[in-house]
């Protein structure tokens, strides 16, 4: 529960700020799928597929952060450094859209490249997909974040962030690894069996989806490698749960519907 709890204070309060207002449990909405009616654990946060014994336990799967000092810590100074200086407009724009992680607007990430737009109203299976995974992949990463507790760049550069609303929360989140890199990546790797003929591109933006992380000066090099690797492994988990195998190979037959 604990690991739940900061998970939910982590990615529910920008939705809070987006102008979300707050719900008690009996008032949260239940939302249908073809598994099962799924409960809101959040406001705007559905339950994922995974039980909390489920869930990859990252301080497992990880190593530890890479020690001040040490090359590898030095590494991710250099590309910290690297992106801060970059200052291209577009580039930070569009990692400030990656940092959205509130529904609608966090399928955008991906719309950018798809062929065929995913919408609550025209892949209402797919849509659902995305939603419940955002919990089984964020949470994967908390283990090591609560055990590590890792300083963000912002925190150790004092630049700035391409989101400084979010900058009071992200204090309080570890920083290692990162859990919106590995949400993006398990999106990528979900909408790589929904879309194949489009697997390359699809890939391209969830590997740049993580690297706005970077250009966002909230999270290091390293956190990104390592959110990615947790993100891979909520999706191997999640093929071995029945609802989301039913819920995906729905999504599978919306999407290829459409293409007729």
């Not at 737009?117 to 939603?131: G, Q, W």
Request: hydrophobic share 40%; charged share 20%; proline share 6%.
């Amino acid at each position: 529960m604990f690991l739940r709890s900061r998970f939910l204070i982590a990615i529910t309060l920008p939705i809070l700020m987006l102008g979300c207002t707050s719900q008690t449990k009996q008032d949260q909405p239940v939302i249908t799928s073809l598994s099962k009616e799924i409960q809101e654990i959040s406001p705007g946060v559905l339950a994922g597929y995974l039980s909390e014994k489920e869930i990859p336990n990252s301080l497992q799967l990880v190593p530890p952060p890479p020690q001040k000092g040490s090359a590898a810590f030095k590494f991710d100074q250099a590309l910290s450094e690297k992106y801060i200086a970059l200052m291209d407009e577009a580039r930070t724009k569009q990692a400030a859209q990656d940092a959205v992680l509130s529904f609608p607007g966090a399928v955008e990430a991906f719309n950018s490249v798809l062929n065929l737009k995913i919408s609550e109203e025209d892949t209402p299976h797919l849509y659902i997909v995305l939603r419940r995974t955002l919990a089984d992949a964020g949470l994967s990463t908390y283990a090591a974040k609560n055990h590590y507790q890792r300083m963000r760049p912002f925190m150790v550069n004092n630049a700035p962030t391409c989101t400084p609303a979010d900058e009071a929360s992200l204090r309080k989140d570890g920083s290692y690894p990162s859990g919106h890199t590995a949400v993006g990546w398990a999106w990528a790797l979900i909408l790589t069996e929904v879309f194949p003929e489009q697997a390359n591109v699809i890939l391209e933006r969830g590997k740049q989806f993580g690297i706005s992380r970077n250009v966002c000066n909230v999270h290091w090099h390293s956190d990104v490698v390592y959110g990615r690797m947790m993100g891979a492994s909520a999706v191997s988990m999640l093929h071995s749960n029945t609802d989301f195998m039913i819920d995906l190979n729905a999504a599978k037959e919306e999407v290829f519907s459409l293409k007729k």
